[in-house]
């Protein structure tokens, strides 16, 4: 009887999929976890590092990667925004469960994020960040791309004062070293650099950036001082 039960089930199932096409990525590939997403309001600024949904890889703790996912990083908030397939909902990405991610074809390049435990500046403790890679080798450049409140801004419309919060950049860079020490600096600039490097990598970075010319005004340069360090 029960050979039988099964027999039919078998059948059952084996029309459903003559009748109806099955997507076999949606069954098996990896899940998401988040919540709806409601963006602050009240606020002027950018609050997303990517204006536009852009294709993305999402590596999770777990190992398996979900592909082709349209994200967009909110920086102020420091999460992952995801727009689902029907385009109807957007989700605020559990962060705890993300490795990396990588915005694809974004500039003209592919942008990776990093899931990182570290403490900054103004921060009472550590915490989860995500972190542009950079540079990532032995010594590696990160930076947070932080965006914060700084004051406000009144505005009149149609006859109504309204005061709206600030956003501004502030990123902050980290420079991790062969030996796992670690360094994190907001200004680029080779007296900011120098005053935040360990003693025993100042005279090493001075030298480099004496032979080789090098201003440190900019992220460029700084990845460049990185891939020297490398060598």
Not at 31 to 44: H, S, V
Request: aromatic letters at 10%.
């Amino acid at each position: 009887m029960k050979r039988a039960f099964l027999y039919l089930i078998i059948i059952h199932f084996g029309i459903a999929l003559n009748g109806q096409a099955i997507n076999l990525d949606s069954i098996f590939e990896s899940k998401l976890c988040g919540e709806i997403f409601r963006m602050k309001t009240g606020i002027l600024g950018e609050q997303f590092y990517n204006d536009d949904w852009t294709e993305s890889d999402i590596k999770l703790i777990t190992g398996e990667t979900a592909v082709n996912k349209l994200l967009k990083y909110n920086a102020f908030m420091d999460e992952v925004i995801w727009l689902e397939a029907d385009g109807l909902r957007q989700v605020k990405l559990e962060k705890h469960f993300i490795d990396e991610f990588c915005l694809k074809n974004y500039k003209g390049g592919s942008i990776v994020f990093k899931r990182m435990q570290l403490k900054l500046p103004r921060m009472t403790d550590t915490a989860d960040i995500f972190v542009e890679v950079l540079s990532e080798k032995s010594a590696s450049l990160y930076v947070f791309r932080n965006v914060v409140i700084q004051g406000t801004v009144d505005r009149v419309e149609d006859g109504v004062l309204y005061s709206y919060d600030k956003l501004v950049s502030q990123p902050v860079y980290i420079l991790s070293f062969p030996d796992k020490e670690t360094v994190t600096f907001q200004k680029i600039g080779r007296n900011a650099l120098l005053k935040a490097l360990p003693n025993a990598y100042k005279t090493i970075v001075t030298e480099i950036i004496q032979r080789d010319h090098l201003s440190v005004r900019d992220e460029d340069d700084l990845i460049k001082l990185v891939s020297l360090i490398n060598q």
